[in-house]
């Protein structure tokens, strides 16, 4: 092979690497929306619940989403992506 082709193929290689991470990257953001909506509605029914006992498993609910939040926060920050 010629040089021209040999790093052509290299350069789609890399190309089709750097696709890969920005479309995992896009699918971490939807799951962190998601997230993000679970949490706010675990919140409204925190205020609003009445019972103690549910008020209390709410509560334990929404520290384990928000923990997830923001462990995924994280993990996209480090990931990186340009065309972002």
Do not use: P, W
Not at 53 to 79: C, D, P, T
């Amino acid at each position: 092979m010629k040089r021209k082709k040999l790093l052509k193929k290299l350069s789609d290689y890399f190309d089709m690497d750097a696709r890969k991470l920005c479309q995992k990257r896009n699918k971490m953001k939807e799951l962190l929306r998601q997230l993000r909506k679970k949490e706010k509605q675990l919140q409204i029914k925190h205020d609003t619940e009445e019972d103690e006992q549910k008020k209390k498993r709410l509560q334990k609910h929404l520290a384990i989403v928000h923990a997830q939040r923001v462990k995924g926060i994280s993990a996209l920050k480090e990931m990186g992506c340009d065309g972002s």
